[in-house]
């Protein structure tokens, strides 16, 4: 028997337009792989990598078909197949790991049965034996109380128990490939890290061979022995992911691994300049010419075909580029650049904003309240609690922590959406308790926010020049020509051509829409400006470019930025300064550099602890177990159910002294601060990253 | 779920409240009274005197109001101005009658547009579904007098299947209405199972298109469990609701299939009542309606709460 299990070859699919135009999707995407390998997949979103991964079910989207190519399992081909022999392989044979698990997971079904059905399916058990077994895998994916849990519907669960049950599924065949679509994105970074480690392990116990489709290049590091880098439908690098990592040969590859910002360094990474071309825009000879700073007339009018580098290895390493050897000879890429001019911590700093002991809670008012009162219903703890900040003149101020910390809420009292229940915010003098319609309209053009997706906050209907005109003529008195003026020279400053005016958001990409997001929140000429995961939506390659460009806008206007986050590697290239918010409760603050160096507040070491840095061989450390937590506790520390460097009662008891480590840098923890230094989390020096470049200048 | 059902029926209460405020307003408030109403241009002052004490005109709204409520959750509505007989004794035959022909179509119209628009939904695109898809189409925009004259020119005159008309009295035995309630039986499934089919349609549309049922797909199952253990509950769920709507609106009674036929239902009951200006019968149907409008969607949103797991542990 061979020991191929997959042989992709010269696989072309694509969809008919109504116009009957030929789209394609995927071009001669040729691949294998052997048994027991685990591959990562990467690429910007709409490169193919999903529409590939379904094709190793033999399963294509509604419109799709192939035309061309094969997709052999173990010499057979699936689109050859029926139906029916075709459900025999899917589950049992192949299985796939959705991205979402809520969402892929049945809601009127209990989660057991989802299981269950699997495994009566393709292995026939029914009865006790088909219940054990359900457990059992439950068991196997470290899910708790599992006799429980398989009565339970998914929307009982949390997303990273979902995403265990969706592996639980996943496995249930005992498949020999498993595809996984982008499996651990949409979770904390803390649960994140649990996935992984749980997917690496269960690849180990069972050799069971995995296809990793991610953006993510810290989780496929985590995961995966090979890497193939796919653009444009193409695979354009292929090879073992140690080789790829530390001498990336295809420009495109260089881009997107130096775009990635590392927690390890605090400069902003390299932007990847242009945007992948949408299906259809298919030219002659190589499609990453337009962004290529390689190119040359070869490009234009060949079409490079994949071939294999000079390295020797066990996994040969293959690139599709004319000019890889010059790539390659051309030294480092993805320098890292402190771009930032970071604020010095001055005590004469203007104070902008500072919040004084606010509580938010979103519990009952009104009717509601009185009922629960008159009924005699504790109240539930709040859930932001005390938060007491100050955000200076031309600043950044990170917020960081897990979903549910709070991080939102807060920018949302601080526009105004939700008033505060106790507390003081003075915003340069003023008052900020009010609700947003009791707000002068000078103080609206002072705070201004920036929205994570900009699909939902740019209206669709509206072209970018409307969309630009509504902020100033709100808050200036200009005529026609001088707003359109303005908007041209705002679209200039966010780097897009007034050519823009005219369009809609529907005809541009997430970077471009996500830089109109930034133009309009800049028309108002803001002093602070909310900023709730601003990058959070986009392509790594267009995020260092966004990054950048509030970076700019910062240092040019002299804006404050709340910059929420769960990136950390994000926050540590863009923030001054940086609040550690758990379950509404600030942990630690403190300029960035200190925040990123030991002593650590223990949340603060999980959290980054739990970051898979784009490294090989970099494993993430699980220090917290990833249980969900629906409510702050009522007393003592905020952390204390999950916190793994619990000294007792005295954390559950009291709540944490504040300590202070250095100017500015507080830490809220029962814990001595001299044994909160010694941290279990070696962050990579920079001086390790320059080796790794080193290493390509040596070549 | 005790609490649930406790909890909305309280609600039920104050809508009815409301609505009893609306009607009685209504018939009440606008310019001219019950007297005036009736006599229109006949009136004399005498006559709308006599009137006003004998129906007790002259007293407070508030006063009237409180009686009228009083009376009516007794059972007790009045008597009509025309027929100057109890308005209970008048409604309770044409009320059955409504609900006889509205629940019969509801019979039908329910299977089929669930089974119609599943179908179509299932085969998108393709010949059963552009096929039912039209007929659907057709069926939605031709107005239900024409499918009605349509049905009277070939059942009835045609070839003499069911008489085109009632003749009889409201409070004629079943057994004798049924031959006459067979065509607009026919004719309100039409319309309704048109209307019914395409939210099926659409709905059944989005359920097989989304992430979970591609994921049923994906782990093998055969197509019949895919669609009728993952896909079915969730198209059915929502189309409760709206089944719930289109029931009070066919229970109630449909003005104009019921003309057509000269079916004694209470649509015309209303219509003759507004005419003769018979305004304690139009309250009493407007409240009717309104009670089964309240109730078929208490009724169904208590069912969707029972039925879906995410309801039922969000409302526990």
Known sequence: ?699 | MLKLIVQRLLFSVITLTIVAVVVFAMTDLLPGDWATAYFGKWATEEGLAAMREEYGLNRPATERFAEWVGNALRGDFGDSLTRKKPVVELIKFRLRNSLLLGGLASLVTIPLATLLGISAGLRRDRAPDAIISTGSIVGMSTPEFVIGTLLIWALSVGLGLFPSMTLGNPDAPIVDLLPNVVMPTMTLTIASTAYLLRMVRTITINVLTSEYVEMATLKGLPRARVVFRHALPNILLPTINIMALMLSGLLGGTFVVEVVFNYPGLGRALVDAVSFRDVPMIQAIALLWAVMYVFFNLGADLMTTFLDPRLRSLRG
């Not at chain 1, 591959?39 to 979103?45: A, D, H, K």
């Open chain 1, 1 to 699: 028997m061979s020991q191929k299990l997959l042989e992709v070859e010269g696989l072309t699919t694509g969809f008919r337009t109504q116009a009957g135009q030929v789209l394609q999707v995927l071009r001669n995407v040729s691949l294998e792989m052997q048994r027991g390998e685990t591959l990562g997949l990467v690429g910007e979103s709409g490169c193919g990598k999903t529409t590939f991964g379904m094709t190793l079910l033999g399963h294509l989207r509604p419109g799709g078909q192939v035309m061309a190519g094969s997709v052999r399992f173990e010499g057979v081909d699936l689109f050859g197949l029926g139906p029916d022999e075709l459900a025999k392989i899917r589950g049992q044979r192949v299985a796939v790991i959705p991205q979402s698990a809520s969402s892929a997971l049945t809601p009127t079904m209990r989660v057991g049965e989802q299981i269950a059905e699997v495994l009566t399916l393709h292995l026939g058990l029914a009865g006790a034996e088909l219940q054990e077994r359900v457990l059992e895998l439950l068991t196997r994916v470290h899910l708790p109380q599992v006799v429980e849990l398989v009565r339970r519907f998914p929307h009982e669960l949390s997303g990273g128990q979902l995403q265990r049950v969706a592996i639980a599924m996943g496995l249930a065949g005992k498949p020999e490939l498993l595809v996984l679509d982008e499996p651990t994105t949409g979770l904390d970074v803390t649960t994140q890290a649990h996935i992984l480690d749980l997917l690496r392990e269960i690849q180990e116990s069972t050799g069971t061979a995995m296809l990793y489709i991610s953006h993510d290049m810290g989780a496929i590091a985590r995961v995966c022995d090979r890497l193939a880098v796919m653009y444009a439908g193409e695979i354009v690098e292929d090879g073992a992911i140690d080789d790829v990592f530390a001498d990336p040969v295809h420009p495109y590859t260089r881009g997107l691994l130096g775009s990635v910002p590392r927690l390890s360094y605090a400069g902003l990474p390299q932007a990847m300049a242009g945007r992948p071309p949408a299906p259809g825009e298919d030219a002659v000879g190589c499609a990453f010419v337009p962004r290529c700073a390689f190119a040359d007339e070869t490009c234009k009018t060949i079409d490079p075909a994949l071939e294999a580098t000079s390295r020797a290895g066990a996994i040969p390493h293959l690139v599709q580029c004319h000019h890889w050897q010059r790539v390659l000879a051309s030294g480092a890429s993805g320098q890292m650049r402190d771009l930032k001019a970071r604020m010095e911590q001055d005590a004469e700093a203007e104070p902008l904003l500072e919040l004084t002991e606010v509580d938010i809670t979103y519990a009952k008012r009104g009717l509601a309240a009185l009922v629960a009162r008159w009924r005699n219903e504790p109240e539930p703890p709040t859930t932001v609690s005390g938060f007491t900040i100050t955000i200076h003149r031309g600043e950044t101020l990170a917020l960081v922590g897990e979903s549910g910390s709070g991080k939102s809420t807060i920018a949302r009292t601080i526009a105004g959406l939700l008033p505060p229940r106790a507390g003081q915010i003075d915003f340069g003098g003023q008052d900020l308790a009010s609700a947003v319609e009791g707000r002068p309209a000078e103080m609206h053009r002072k705070i201004q926010i920036i929205f994570q997706n900009p699909d939902a906050s740019l209206n669709p209907r509206h072209t970018v020049k409307q969309i630009l005109d509504a902020p100033l003529r709100l808050y200036f008195e200009m005529d026609g020509k001088g707003r359109l003026d303005r908007s041209g020279a705002l679209l200039e400053e966010v780097r897009l051509t007034p050519r823009y005016l005219e369009r809609h958001p529907g005809q541009m990409s997430g970077g471009e829409k996500q830089r109109v997001a930034v133009a309009r929140a800049f028309a108002a000429e803001p002093d602070l400006v909310l900023c709730d995961e601003v990058t959070s939506a986009l392509d790594v390659s267009v995020q260092a470019a966004v990054l950048e460009l509030l970076a700019g806008l910062q240092a040019n206007r002299g804006a404050a930025y709340l910059f929420i986050s769960h990136d950390l590697a994000v926050v540590r290239a863009i923030a001054d300064r940086v609040a550690v918010l758990y379950q509404g409760r600030i942990c630690e603050v403190g300029p960035v550099a200190e925040i990123y160096a030991p002593p650590y507040h223990p949340y603060t070491e999980t959290l980054l602890a739990a970051v898979p840095e784009p490294a090989p061989g970099a494993r993430a450390q699980l220090l917290a177990k990833d249980v969900p937590e629906a409510e702050p506790p009522t007393r003592g520390c905020c952390f204390q159910r999950r916190c793994p460097r619990r000294i007792g009662s005295i954390c559950d008891d009291e709540a944490p002294p504040s300590q202070f480590v250095a100017e500015g840098h507080i830490i809220r923890c029962h814990i001595p601060l001299a044994d909160l230094g010694e941290s279990q989390v070696d962050l990579i020096s920079p001086a390790e990253i320059a080796t790794q470049g080193a290493v390509v200048d040596g070549k």
